[in-house]
């Protein structure tokens, strides 16, 4: 489980292509307690530390991750190490399991963006609700039937892949998992 919060911006500095891809990627913090094992979400997709060195850690991404996410041309990361019990929970709750793959299609002077959406991820964002963008904790300023619009404070611009994301790039998206739980309640009971 991760907050959204991303804590360092990172830099994948090998690919090591095969039955699965093998990543070293570049984080002094998150690898500072880091161990094999250990879950780290690499722009919002929740993935195992197979090993540590230094300032990197690599992991195994198989090409299911690979074909459903932005990973596979990503050169620097957002990256946030898997919350504890002691971690303040300064986003929402966000898994890690990308709902799809999104495109930044306007970028405004007033630091609101707009991300085109796959149809049937649509149905899970409302105004003010929560969304994670390359595994960044936003909230929703306007839903609209094949899109929605954040707002990007200046710290998110600095501290995030957001601040260099070009208009017509690949996004990672979550969907509030709490939605998806409550549209299968309805329709098992309906």
């Known amino acids: 489980m991760f907050t959204g919060i991303v804590e360092e911006l990172g830099e994948i500095v090998a690919r090591e292509p095969g039955e699965v891809t093998r990543l070293t990627i570049r984080g002094p913090l998150?690898?500072?307690?880091?161990?094999?094992?250990?879950?780290?979400?690499?722009?919002?997709?929740?993935?195992?530390?197979?090993?540590?060195?230094?300032?990197?850690?690599?992991?195994?991404?198989?090409?299911?991750?690979?074909?459903?996410?932005?990973?596979?041309?990503?050169?620097?990361?957002?990256?946030?190490?898997?919350?504890?019990?002691?971690?303040?929970?300064?986003?929402?709750?966000?898994?890690?399991?990308?709902?799809?793959?999104?495109?930044?299609?306007y970028r405004g002077e007033d630091a609101v963006v707009r991300i085109g959406i796959p149809a049937g991820l649509t149905r899970y964002l409302v105004e003010k609700g929560s969304v994670t963008v390359d595994g960044i904790s936003l909230t929703v300023v306007e839903a609209a039937a094949d899109s929605f619009t954040v707002a990007l404070i200046p710290t998110t611009l600095a501290r995030t892949t957001l601040g260099s994301t070009a208009v017509g790039d690949p996004v990672n998206l979550e969907v509030d998992v709490i939605a998806k739980y409550v549209e299968r309640v309805l329709m098992s009971s309906g």
Request: charged share 15%; proline share 1%; hydrophobic share 40%.
């Open 30 to 105: 998150v690898t500072s307690d880091a161990r094999e094992g250990d879950s780290i979400a690499v722009n919002g997709v929740c993935l195992t530390v197979t090993g540590v060195s230094n300032d990197t850690f690599t992991v195994d991404v198989v090409a299911e991750t690979l074909a459903r996410t932005s990973l596979g041309r990503a050169t620097v990361v957002n990256l946030e190490r898997a919350a504890t019990p002691a971690t303040r929970l300064g986003g929402h709750l966000v898994q890690g399991h990308v709902d799809g793959v999104g495109t930044l299609l």
